[in-house]
């Protein structure tokens, strides 16, 4: 591998040929700002001869793709008010009409003599009439393509492009400045021919070149693979560098197992583990017993038993003399993880301290006391944890539950204490951004892909909205048995902007109209923290029947009597919030079901039967990963990516 240094491509984009400081600044709103954003500028799209038509072609209910110049244009008026702009288009074999109705200010922005790109379905109307759904400005008047005729093999590009850079300007910046480009781009060439030889792959300006001017199809898709080798590649190693600097550069904590705790609590469990959950515990141990920084991921279903796995790890970590720190993202989740751990080890002789923003002062005194002397070995807690002001001397291990709820900065700020602790984050799905770097090798992957004995999968059915009254019934019918359900909203309240049912009105309506012998409770994110906290609490213990919510519900309240989950406007959340909907029921020995009401819609029903049809958490992450993106791999934005 070659010794690459990076220089020349890094000069400001305002002094290529052809931009200047104004134009500099429109480019640089596009994330333009180098020349070397610039030359990685790629096109979009690519239109090659054999989907480009000649226009004396085009027959009335075709899709057409055609090129021509503009011959005249104009806007004319219609008896009703709507304005329509139309062109007349001419190539070699033809000319047709083109029209944008109710786009005037095109007359504004075309002009007689620019080579255009349409494409849109021809109809008839006072003769052929192609009615573009898109359109490109490929060159402008007097601006002569020798290829515009769309010869053999040649191909049409389309850059992203903006109204204050323009295709015509994208294209005129490249004609002008690629040769150069690509002639600098050659001194960073790192791969040896042998290895792009081996790899398939084309030298890194002969890639630029055909993305920017192909000579096929299949060159510019040849092009397109070497920029996504590079991308992968470049990632690896970044991933790799922050992998050794967290984890081998500087020793962690080399924990010990002296068995004082953790037989006596396998021995005690009224459970066996699963094979599951033993072959994950010693993925675990290795890595906590080998002088290096754990970093991995813990992912399984509702129900496969991360609580019990993580109650081990953090036994091994107070075996060795360290502290273990459980943080979720609820003080209701904290209150239940606290509850559960201390089932199991108070009869071993161990203490939970509990610590979240609901402590009276005393008893958060009391806490912040036993965790800063060390005296607390086991601690559970929320955000509090990371507040100013608490000390956990000798962390040894970091939990992290429910991964997804928490920002990037907060899932950090426990793993970067002075002890160097070891770090396990746990998620019933995985978001993009955690199994994209999980896929580059930053975390270690742990799955439990096996639920105990006796556990039933939660049924996922699928409804239009025209079958909500059937969807109402079979609620009733299981809040009869004594059940309790959840109908989810993605909206808290109205909006003028989207046509979608809220959880606000929708439940003044289900309270009055639907369930008006029920007990039918209200959540959203914009309660008061205290309202909130009442509401789950009175569902936890059974003084709700029916929670109309949105999707504060995600995480947060473990009701095994809960049997039913609606979601409306199922179409409108991802496939990892659905996911977490969806494990809120099924948390006790009764059938559950998932119900999704979804609107028509060929696109949306693909996702959600892909959805339905499996349980699968990890399954359903890489859907999402695949739908959705990464997410900002480097930085602090996590949401996913075009």
Known sequence: MRRVTFFKLDRPVQFLKGVGPRRAEALSRMGIVTARDLLYHVPRRYDDATTVQPIASLDVGQDA???????SKGVIPTRRGLRI?????QDASGMITVAWPGQPWLDRKLREGDLLLVQGPVRFFHGKQLQPREFTVLARADDPDPSEEGGAGHVFVSYPASEHVPQWVLRGLFEKNLDVLLREVADEEYLEPADRERLGLPALPDALRELHRP??????????????FDELFFL???????????TRA????????????????HDALPFPLTGAQARVLREIYADMTSPHRMNRMLQGDVGSGKTVVALFAMLLAVESGTQAVLMAPTEILAEQHARRLRELVEPLGLE????????????????LGAIASGEASLIVGTHALIQEGVQIPRAGLVVVDEQHRFGVRQRQALSELDSRPDTLIMSATPIPRSLALTLYGELDLSVLDELPPGRTPVRTLLRYPGRRDEVYAFVEEQLAQGRQAYVVYPLVGESEKVDLRSATEEHARLRDEVFPHR????LHGQMRGEEKDAVMRA?????????VATTVIEVGIDVPNATVMVVEHAERFGLSQLHQLRGRVGRGAAESFCILVAEPGEAARERLLLFRDTTDGFEVARHDLRIRGQGDLFGAQQHGRD
Do not use: C, M, Y
Request: hydrophobic content about 45%.
């Open 65 to 71: 793709t055609a090129v021509g110049r503009v011959r």
């Open 85 to 89: 702009f139309q062109a007349v288009l």
């Open 215 to 228: 000579t096929s199809l299949r060159a510019a898709r040849a092009g397109r693979r070497r920029l996504a």
């Open 236 to 246: 690896q190693l970044v991933q790799a560098r922050v992998r050794f600097q967290e």
């Open 250 to 265: 500087r020793p962690g904590i080399q924990h010990t197992r002296t068995n004082r705790w953790i037989k006596p609590l």
């Open 352 to 367: 939970v301290v509990l610590l979240t923003g609901r402590l009276g002062t005393r008893e958060r005194e009391a806490a």
């Open 519 to 522: 007990r039918v409770g209200l």
């Open 539 to 547: 569902f936890l213990a059974g003084e709700v029947d029916v929670l």
